[in-house]
């Protein structure tokens, strides 16, 4: 497969007060967020790791852009204007993140342009392109502002009829690099979202939603992340913890606060808006065994959350999903 660039590259942008942002062509990736404490004190809230290399074919796909369908396809199979399609099997019996190596785009090394506030990413994904249908070029744009808000607006244009959901995979641990060790158990989380969706022992959506009310799902009022994981519930045991999809309350496609995140003891948050339907929330249940932090700390599980924004797992397959 050819790339545009082979050589992995970082893009920096720093605002007024000195917080800064890395970036990689490598699946147009988040490497570092660097913002401050309650003291002022800057330090990077996201998981990255000590090389370069690194991030190729990480487990977690940390900060970086999976697809051409982000989560999970059942069995790897869908239908679109009559024609049947089998996607590669990389996730149990499903087909996760686009496909395994570099069949995912988060694998691949974007062409990038970089400018005073901000870098766009692009990608041509060609007809045919581990297995799905129709040629797409994708372009990621990212934004740094200097009240520390930074932008993403993906854009994907095709010449036939596919299926297309994108998210960013970046990993939140708001206490900083310096608190390595101690997991996102104790940060807060609020989700806008009366319903989830549950699903099977490998993931996939059941094709219904079920009320969050009197379940450890239940996160519309802020709560530690932590206080319910480990209860006797079946959807967490799935998952080994949370790995699930919320259904955003009063989606409508326009941008909307989806959650937000807090560490009390660092005095960090993270305001999360989006114009998708969903939002899929890990803890990092499997981050043991990933490559090592630039410190040499190696990651545990529950060391960080990913919050992931996009449409809901398996919508090929299920025709009362919004997709």
């Excluded at 994907?156 to 708001?174: C, E, P, S």
Aim: proline share 6%; hydrophobic share 35%.
């Amino acid at each position: 497969m050819e790339r545009q660039q082979t050589e992995i590259k970082f893009y920096t942008l720093v605002n007024a007060s000195g917080a800064r942002v890395v970036l990689s062509n490598l699946g147009a990736g988040i490497v570092s967020i660097e913002v401050p404490d309650r003291d002022g004190v800057l330090d990077n809230v996201v998981l990255n790791y000590a090389r370069p290399e690194d991030w190729i074919e990480d487990g977690p796909c940390a900060g970086k852009i999976p697809g051409r369908f982000a989560n999970r396809i059942a069995l790897g199979q869908f239908s679109l204007d009559g024609e049947s399609y089998q996607l590669a099997i990389n996730n149990g019996p499903n087909h996760l993140h686009g496909g395994p190596g570099e069949q995912c785009y988060a694998n691949r090394i974007w062409s990038a342009m970089q400018y005073d506030k901000g870098v766009k990413f692009a990608l041509h994904s060609p007809d045919g392109d581990a297995g799905y249908p129709g040629a797409v070029d994708i372009v990621a744009h990212y934004t740094w502002s200097d009240d520390n808000r930074l932008v993403l607006r993906m854009t994907a244009t095709t010449d036939r009829a596919t299926i297309v959901n994108l998210t960013n995979h970046v990993y939140f641990n708001l206490l900083g690099s310096k608190r390595e060790g101690d997991s996102v158990k104790n940060h807060t989380l609020r989700i806008n979202a009366s319903h989830f969706l549950p699903t099977s022992d490998s993931l996939i959506p059941t094709g219904g939603l079920l009320p969050v009310e009197g379940t450890p799902m239940d996160f519309r009022i802020e709560k530690r992340i932590g206080a319910d994981m480990e209860a006797d519930y079946t959807p967490l045991h799935f998952g080994k913890g949370y790995d699930h999809c919320w259904c955003l309350d009063e989606y409508d496609g326009s941008l909307k606060e989806v959650a937000v995140l807090s560490c009390a003891e660092s005095g960090r948050k993270v305001v999360l808006s989006s114009n998708q339907p969903g939002v899929q929330i890990y803890t990092g249940n499997w981050l043991d065994g990933c490559p090592a932090a630039p410190s040499g700390y190696r990651y545990r599980d529950y060391d960080a959350v990913a919050m992931e924004c996009q449409a809901f797992p398996d919508s090929p397959n299920k025709p009362a999903f919004p997709f």
